[in-house]
């Protein structure tokens, strides 16, 4: 039980270090790296995927130095591995689009938070940009998913029930 609580707490907590990493680091000393996430270039990759070298050994190490005991450092090290397994799907996946299996999204949540990121992404400067975490969405964009329906679903509903 100690284990899931760990590593649950672990997850959650990521949320608040890639908020402060993302707001305070990356749009910060290390613009020069993420920079790329924000202009469009016609890479597959960008300076900002070193980000994810970088959390990944994080996580690996802890995993490593804490396999054998199966003590808090391997419980972490899964915390923040299961934390960059949900970033990859959510943002490059579905956000950003890099692999092209899932597109869109009738969720509110997803479409809540797509809007969010769309936001961040608004700014291509340093300065400015607002929207810093990955899975919490500020209020004001979940009540915009709720009033804007998702793309091409109206026109199902319309369909749908003009044929019963």
Known sequence: MAAVALTSATFLGMEFV???????????????????????????????DFFFLFYGALSMAGIMY???????RFW??????????????V???????????????????????????????????RDGSEEFG?????PKYFELARRKPAPGRAGRNLSASSNS
């Open 66 to 72: 804490g396999s054998a005991e199966k003590d808090w």
């Open 18 to 48: 890639a908020w402060f990493m993302h707001k305070y680091v990356l749009h910060g000393a290390l613009w020069f790296l993420h920079r790329s996430h924000h202009v469009r270039h016609p890479h597959h990759f960008e300076r900002n």
């Open 91 to 125: 943002h490059d996946v579905l956000i950003h689009g890099r692999l092209r299996f899932w597109r869109k999204s009738g969720n509110k949540y997803l479409r809540a938070l797509n809007m969010a990121h769309k936001m961040h992404h608004k700014t291509t400067g």
């Open 134 to 138: 990955m899975l919490w969405v500020s």
């Open 76 to 89: 972490v090290g899964i915390g923040i591995a299961a934390y960059g397994t949900v970033y990859f799907f």
